[in-house]
T-cell receptor, first 117, second 113 residues
Framework: DGGITQSPKYLFRKEGQNVTLSCEQN?????MYWYRQDPGQGLRLIYY???????QKGDIAEGYSVSREKKESFPLTVTSAQKNPTAFYLC????????????????FGPGTRLTVT | GESVGLHLPTLSVQEGDNSIINCAYS??????FIWYKQESGKGPQFIID?????DKRQGQRVTVLLNKTVKHLSLQIAATQPGDSAVYFC????????????FGSGTRLQVQP
């Protein structure tokens, strides 16, 4: 089955600890994304990567870091500098099609719910 | 309907009725729009997309309408079923710059049996 996996589904951490969320895809997609979702709200972009070894900050990158050493993997680290880390984190991937018929559909993983106390 | 930044609105419909979910977007340069469905505790699932050179696109039981004059997008679901109950998000992509989508805040659809 092709798709995106995120692990774990639930994650609990103490305040002040860094934590890394896993995201793996076997869709052969070049682009990958991390979003944060708070209760009753939409998705906000944290970081995205259009190709291996390259990534850009999204709208709320402060307190987060990423790496893209392999095409299949785009782990997100929530650092102790992130003021309100408790949230639902979603990873997505897409192709890098260009042109008029390009698809910008993003395929999402099942999410990781992070609780920091 | 929905607008970015507002508290999540809720649309309640009877099973079998048609549903219309609205979305106002802000970027007049956006050239691609997409609707996602998100069930509780899960990742969003693609429903339908539309490019800015179109004003209507139909899928299975769903239709998306785009009105660029007033920057409005709507999702119509025909013969709504209990399984359609979820939060629906519209998202847009600007014509230049980053490839990533910008999401609205969503509308919760509740289908009453």
């Amino acid at each position: 089955d092709g798709g995106i996996t995120q692990s774990p589904k639930y994650l609990f951490r103490k305040e002040g600890q860094n934590v890394t969320l896993s995201c793996e895809q076997n869709l052969n997609h070049d682009a990958m994304y991390w979003y944060r979702q708070d209760p009753g709200q939409g998705l906000r972009l944290i970081y995205y990567s259009q190709i291996v070894n390259d990534f850009q900050k999204g709208d709320i990158a402060e307190g987060y870091s990423v790496s893209r050493e392999k095409k299949e993997s785009f782990p997100l680290t929530v650092t102790s500098a992130q003021k309100n880390p408790t949230a639902f984190y979603l990873c997505a991937s897409s192709t890098r099609d260009r042109g008029q018929m390009a698809s910008y559909e993003q395929y999402f993983g099942p999410g990781t719910r992070l609780t920091v106390t | 309907g929905e607008s970015v930044g507002l508290h999540l609105p809720t649309l309640s419909v009877q099973e079998g009725d048609n549903s219309i979910i609205n979305c106002a977007y802000s970027n007049s340069a956006s050239d691609y729009f997409i609707w996602y469905k998100q069930e509780s505790g899960k990742g969003p699932q693609f429903i339908i997309d539309i490019r800015s050179n179109m004003d209507k696109r139909q899928g299975q039981r769903v239709t998306v309408l785009l009105n660029k004059t007033v920057k409005h997008l709507s999702l119509q679901i025909a013969a709504t079923q209990p399984g359609d109950s979820a939060v629906y998000f519209c998202a847009e992509k600007g014509s230049t710059g980053r490839r990533a989508l910008t999401f609205g805040s969503g509308t919760r659809l509740q289908v009453q049996p």
